[in-house]
C-alpha cells in the first residue's frame, strides 16, 4: 500500500479541523444539516486514510458510515445530541491518533491496540460553556475564545483561534490564559491581588527563551478587556500522562523523554524561572516528532508558591509554612525526580487515596522514600537510584540541581538501556546495603537527626510526625479538612486502576 503523502496528511488534518470546528458547534446547537455532512466528511477521512494508519485507533472498520457507527455506540448511554457530539468529537480524536508519525513508526505489535487504554473509549466532547465575563461572540483582544480548556493555580486556560484565521481549516489554535474567574478563589484572594500576581508571572514568563522542549509564549496583552491575557502556543500530542497509562513505554524512550524534560527545565532555570508544576500531564510528547514539551507554565516564578501544586509531586516545602519562599530551582529538582521515578518504574512514587496521607509522604522521608530504597537494594540500579535520592532532599539546599541532574543521567543512561521497561526494586533488602561513603558526590548524606531537628527551626531536613494528624509545620491540617478548602492545589490524587 502506498506511504501516506505530505499533502494526503495536510488535507485529513483540514477535515478534522472542519469538524471539529464548524461542525461540532452546529450539531451542539440543533443544526439538523449538520449531522449528514459531518457524516460525508467523516467518510471522505477515511477515504484518505491508508489501511496502516487506521490499524489500531479503534476507528470502525467500514470505510462508509463509521461516524455513524460510532454514534449507534454512544446513543446507548446519551441523549441524542450528546451522543452525536461525543461520535464526532471521538471520531476526530482517532482520526489526528492515525495522523501521528510517532504511531506510524511503531512495530505492528507496539501500535495502539487492544492494550490501549485510552483511545479506545469514547471521548466527550469538551465542555463549551464560558465564564460571566466573556464578552458576546466570545472575542478577547484579537482572538475568538473556542472553548475552556483547563483550570490552574492563576488562571483558566481557553483554546482560542486568531480573528483573522477564521474560516482557515489548516489555522494553528492558540491557548490564551486569563487570570482566575472562580468563584470559590475569589473568596480567598481578591481580584487586584490575582492581577498582579498574574503580570508577574506574565513578566516572569517573558524571559522563557524559545526552546524545542518548552511551549512558546507567543504574546502578552496587559491592557486588554474585560481581562489581560498570556498567549502561548498550544502543543498537540499525547501527554505522558498517556503515554505511560497506554503501557507501551520502552526503557530509551524513556530515558530520551527524560532528557528532553531536563533540557527545558534547563533552560527555564538559565533565564531565573522555575516551572514548579513539573508532572506527568503537563509533559505533552508532540505530535509529528514525539519531542517532550513542557506546557502549563500557571505556577511558573521565581519562588515557591506554598500550597500551589499536586501533592504526589510538589516538594514537602510546598506544604510548608515555617519557612520563607525557596527557590523554585531546588522544587524542580524535586518534582523531577518523583517524575522520572514514575517515568523509569510505571508508578507514581507517592501515592495514595488521602490527599493529607500523600503530603504526610513527602515530609517523611530525607531522600529514601521506600521506592528508591527498593531500587537501590538492586545493584544494577544503585546508581540511578542514588541520583533520584540526592533531588529528593528534604532540605532544599542539599538537592542536586537540573543541570547537574542531567549530567548525571547521561553518565548511567548506557547502563540502563538494556534494562527492562519498567524498572522494578527489590521487594526487600537481600543484604545490608552498604553504608555510603562520604565527600564523594555519590554519597547520599544521612538525614539529620530528628532531635537536632527539632531544636533548629531553620533546619528542613525530615521532621517526626505525630501520628492521627497531618502536621505540616507552622500548621494543622486535620482528616476534615476538605480539599475545597485548599484552593490553590491541583488535588488530584488517587489513579483509577
Not at 76 to 82: L, V
Amino acid at each position: 500500500m502506498e506511504a501516506p503523502t505530505v499533502a494526503d496528511d495536510a488535507l485529513v488534518l483540514g477535515l478534522l479541523n472542519t469538524l471539529e470546528r464548524e461542525l461540532l458547534p452546529a450539531i451542539e446547537r440543533g443544526d439538523s444539516l449538520a449531522w449528514g455532512r459531518a457524516n460525508r466528511v467523516a467518510d471522505a477521512i477515511l477515504a484518505l486514510l491508508p489501511e496502516n494508519d487506521r490499524e489500531g485507533t479503534h476507528l470502525p472498520p467500514q470505510r462508509v458510515g463509521a461516524l455513524q457507527a460510532i454514534y449507534v455506540a454512544a446513543r446507548t448511554t446519551r441523549a441524542d445530541t450528546a451522543a452525536r457530539s461525543c461520535a464526532l468529537y471521538t471520531f476526530v480524536t482517532r482520526g489526528r491518533e492515525a495522523l501521528d508519525p510517532q504511531r506510524r513508526s511503531r512495530p505492528p505489535s507496539m501500535r495502539a491496540g487492544r492494550h490501549s487504554v485510552l483511545p479506545a473509549t469514547l471521548v466527550s466532547a469538551p465542555e463549551r460553556s464560558f465564564p460571566a465575563w466573556v464578552p458576546e461572540g466570545g472575542v478577547l483582544g484579537g482572538f475568538r475564545l473556542v472553548r475552556p480548556m483547563a483550570s490552574g493555580g492563576l488562571g483558566s486556560l481557553f483554546l482560542a483561534r486568531r480573528l483573522e484565521d477564521d474560516g482557515d481549516p489548516l489555522a494553528k489554535d492558540v491557548v490564551l490564559k486569563v487570570p482566575h474567574d472562580a468563584a470559590a478563589l475569589a473568596a480567598y484572594v481578591p481580584e487586584e491581588e490575582l492581577l498582579a500576581q498574574f503580570r508577574a508571572e506574565a513578566s516572569a514568563l517573558a524571559a522563557i527563551p524559545v526552546h524545542p522542549n518548552l511551549a512558546r509564549i507567543l504574546a502578552f496583552d496587559i491592557a486588554a478587556r474585560p481581562k489581560p491575557f498570556l498567549v502561548m502556543e498550544l502543543v498537540e500530542g499525547r501527554t505522558l500522562e498517556e503515554e505511560l497509562a497506554e503501557g507501551m513505554m520502552t526503557m530509551p524512550r524513556a530515558l530520551e523523554i527524560l532528557d528532553g524534560v531536563l533540557a527545558g527545565v534547563d533552560a527555564m532555570h538559565a533565564t531565573g524561572v522555575g516551572h514548579l508544576d513539573l508532572k506527568p500531564d503537563n509533559v505533552i510528547l508532540r505530535r509529528g516528532t514525539g519531542e517532550a514539551t513542557l506546557v502549563d507554565f500557571g505556577l511558573s516564578g521565581r519562588h515557591v508558591r506554598k500550597k500551589c501544586g499536586n501533592p504526589m509531586y510538589a516538594p514537602p516545602e510546598v506544604w510548608s509554612d515555617d519557612r520563607a519562599p525557596e527557590s523554585a530551582f531546588a522544587a524542580d529538582s524535586y518534582s523531577f525526580a518523583c517524575l522520572a521515578f514514575e517515568l523509569l518504574t510505571g508508578a507514581p512514587l507517592f501515592d495514595g487515596e488521602d490527599l493529607f496521607g500523600v503530603i504526610r509522604q513527602h515530609l517523611a522521608h530525607d531522600g529514601l522514600p521506600p521506592g528508591v530504597a527498593s531500587l537501590r537494594a538492586r545493584p544494577e540500579l544503585r546508581k540511578i537510584a542514588e541520583i533520584l535520592s540526592r533531588a529528593l532532599r528534604a532540605n532544599p539546599t542539599k538537592r542536586t540541581r537540573i543541570r547537574m541532574f542531567r549530567t548525571e543521567l547521561a553518565r548511567v543512561a548506557p547502563a540502563l538501556r538494556d534494562v527492562a521497561w519498567p524498572m522494578s526494586g527489590a521487594s526487600r533488602w537481600s543484604s545490608v546495603p552498604d553504608a555510603p561513603p562520604s565527600g564523594p558526590p555519590s554519597s547520599i548524606p544521612a538525614p539529620p537527626s530528628s532531635d537536632s531537628l527539632m531544636s533548629d527551626p531553620d533546619a528542613s531536613g525530615a521532621r517526626p510526625l505525630p501520628s492521627g494528624r497531618v502536621v505540616d509545620m507552622a500548621f494543622e491540617l486535620t482528616a476534615s479538612v476538605s480539599a475545597d478548602e485548599m484552593p490553590w492545589s491541583d488535588c488530584r490524587v488517587a489513579r483509577a486502576g
